[in-house]
């Protein structure tokens, strides 16, 4: 499954990060490098194989559905590059 | 008298009890060789009026008889925790100026057992590197380098030079990949990754959250010990950390390995592997049997499968990870007149090339259509290697193998840059113990003809540090590697 610069355009823009023209060509190459290198896994058979998602045969701990960390809104904002009347502070977004 | 920088954190903790000298006297022995040795760029932010302030606290509770398992030993943190009102960056430009307002749940255990803090060290940008060159800040040299620079590896890449250079009694690490490991072995020194779940990872920034581990690196197996069992142990803010009780694995330091049996896998030795290292992994197992431990031929069949199934993952949890590096919220900034020109702007200004490599690919294998074929494929052959481990240690209860199927190498090696597959073949013998949750130690072992050290790894059963630790100081004894 190769892919080709306009897909290499638009798995950036998902990830919100520009690729500039210049260098579309020389990430496409590096892409389909990597990504015909992790396709040997199709030589594995998994028919019946579960996928793993955890390592751990854990269940999840449930915890009571209480507010456990409010009133830290000095704390939370201390970072903000731009904050305004206590809230984060960005470009306008409704016209 | 002697160097004090030189002593084991035991050997410190010992002199301290008695009295020989004081925290701050150690803490301001660390300090001072830590501002003159800037030339391994180990650190990235050096805090020794931190140490000191923490340094004075270890005295009085010396002074009162309530000196705790780490008191007064001078520690440095890998620049992926956050650390309470000092910098943590994950060494990316995105992270500038990020001041976390909370302590990571390991690096407060360090503190609750007296450890000092001499500031924060080195690493591959967000931990995705083998060499710590991919690091906003520069890469790290290699202690042990002599004509020209070499690498310290990565990413843990600082802790590894910082202890080897002896400019902390130890340090913090994560590994992912190997990321612990991998350095260990390239800086001559031990390090090793708890079973997935022993460490929290709260406080820690994500990479890939069903593989990331923290654990520490030190000079010897037995700081090791020390420092693991202060560093672990259950925490309700990570979803994942295990309930379970943290043993004294400094206990088991000296106990017989006489009828362990070792378990040696044959795919860990690929033609053309390095005639030094598949030597010094023979020596290695016939010490252990001559101890009185046996050595069991074993198979790890889909041992070949674990980097590209670790390639998927990883970058796939990454890029979800690292989506929350927006612009809004902390660190960098770069303006864009609407906001998802802020968001691209900002992300692709302050993420460097190797991130943003990963953060690609793994958008690419979770986006719609790709999913089945890549991730959930990644996932499936995931679990056929923990099997093989499984199977693998009913018949051994410990696993010997190389770290790394090379040594140091130099910085900004011109196969590594040119293809990024040739960096990651690097993690080889590492990466599937990650992919399997195991345990595993680096222990340097010897040098090769070039005079750098090289690394054994010991992996073990799930929550069962105790056996490599035992194997480990056994081997340790056995070897004599001197350190630098």
Redesign the interface.
């Known amino acids: ?1 190769a ?1 080709d610069n306009n ?2 355009k638009q ?8 690729v500039e023209d210049s260098k579309v060509e020389q ?1 496409k190459d ?2 389909n ?3 015909n ?8 058979n ?1 028919e019946n ?8 045969d ?1 269940t ?2 449930l ?1 009571e559905d209480d507010v456990t960390d409010g009133n ?1 809104k000095t ?2 904002l ?5 904050q305004e009347f206590g809230y ?1 502070a ?2 306008k ?1 409704v016209e | 008298m002697t160097d004090l920088t030189e002593l084991t954190i035991a050997e410190a903790l010992k002199s301290l009890k008695n009295k020989e000298f004081s925290a701050t006297e150690l803490t301001n022995a660390y300090i001072q060789k830590m501002e003159n040795t800037r030339e391994y760029n180990a650190y990235v932010l050096e805090t020794p009026e931190v140490a000191l302030e923490q340094a004075r606290l270890s005295d009085e509770h010396y002074k009162n008889g309530t000196n705790r398992a780490l008191e007064g030993i001078p520690l440095g943190i890998k620049d992926l925790f956050c650390t309470k009102g000092i910098r943590s960056t994950a060494c990316s430009h995105i992270l500038d ?3 976390p ?2 302590e990571s749940t390991v690096t407060q255990h360090l503190l609750n057992a007296g450890a000092s803090f001499l500031g924060k060290l080195n690493m591959d940008e967000f931990a995705m590197g083998g060499s710590n060159e991919t690091s906003y800040y520069g890469p790290v040299v290699n202690p042990w380098s002599s004509s020209e620079p070499l690498v310290a590896g990565g990413s843990s890449g600082g802790s590894a030079a910082a202890v080897a250079a002896h400019l902390c009694a130890g340090a913090t690490g994560t590994d992912t990949g190997g990321s612990i490991r991998q350095p260990a072995a390239f800086c001559g020194i031990t390090g090793i990754k708890p079973t ?2 022993r460490c929290s990872r709260w406080g820690i920034m994500a990479f890939a959250s ?1 593989l990331d581990q923290a654990g520490p690196m030190a000079k010897d197996v037995r700081d090791c010990a020390i420092m693991l069992r202060a560093m672990a142990g259950y925490d ?1 803010k990570d ?2 950390s ?1 309930d379970m009780k943290v043993p004294d694995f400094e206990q088991v330091l000296g106990q017989d390995i006489k009828g362990l049996k070792i378990g040696i896998p044959s795919e860990y030795r690929p033609d053309g592997l390095n005639k030094e290292i598949s030597g010094l992994w023979d020596k290695s197992a016939q010490m252990l049997q001559s101890r009185g431990a046996e050595i069991v031929h074993i198979n790890l069949p ?1 041992t ?2 674990a980097l ?2 670790y ?2 993952i990883a970058p796939a949890e990454a ?1 979800s990870n690292l989506a929350r590096y ?8 770069v303006k ?10 900002t ?2 200004e302050g ?1 460097g090339t190797e991130v ?2 990963r ?3 793994g ?2 294998v979770l ?1 719609a259509g ?1 999913f089945d ?2 991730y ?9 290697i ?1 099997q093989d481990f499984e199977k693998a240690f009913e018949k051994c209860d410990v696993i010997l193998t190389p770290t790394s199927p090379v040594s140091a190498f130099k910085i900004g090696d011109e196969s590594m840059q040119e ?3 040739n960096m990651y073949l690097n993690d080889v013998f590492t990466v599937s113990v990650n ?3 195991l345990p595993a130690l680096s222990l340097p072992v010897g040098l090769d003809s070039k005079g750098l050290p090289l690394g054994m790894q010991l992996i073990g059963k ?1 929550f069962d540090e105790e056996t490599i630790f035992k194997t480990a100081y056994a081997l340790e004894k056995d070897a004599a590697f001197k350190r630098k």
Do not use: C
Not at chain 1, 11 to 18: D, G
Not at chain 2, 326 to 333: F, M, S
């Open positions: 499954m892919v897909t290499v798995v950036a823009f998902l990830a919100r990060l520009k990430t590096e892409f490098k990597i990504l290198w992790v396709e040997q896994l199709n030589e594995v998994t194989v579960e996928p793993l998602v955890s390592v751990n854990t999840l701990p915890r830290l704390e939370i201390k970072n903000a590059p731009m984060f960005v470009p977004v | 100026g990020f001041v307002q909370y997935y779940g069903s309700a979803s994942t295990v889909h070949p499968y590209p199934v390639y998927i890029s927006d612009g809004i919220r902390y660190g960098l900034r864009g007149e609407k906001l998802d020109d802020l968001y691209i702007n992300r692709t993420f943003k490599r953060i690609m690919i958008t690419y986006s790709y074929a890549y959930v494929k990644a996932q499936k052959v995931r679990r056929l923990k293809n990024p597959i992919l399997a949750g799930a």
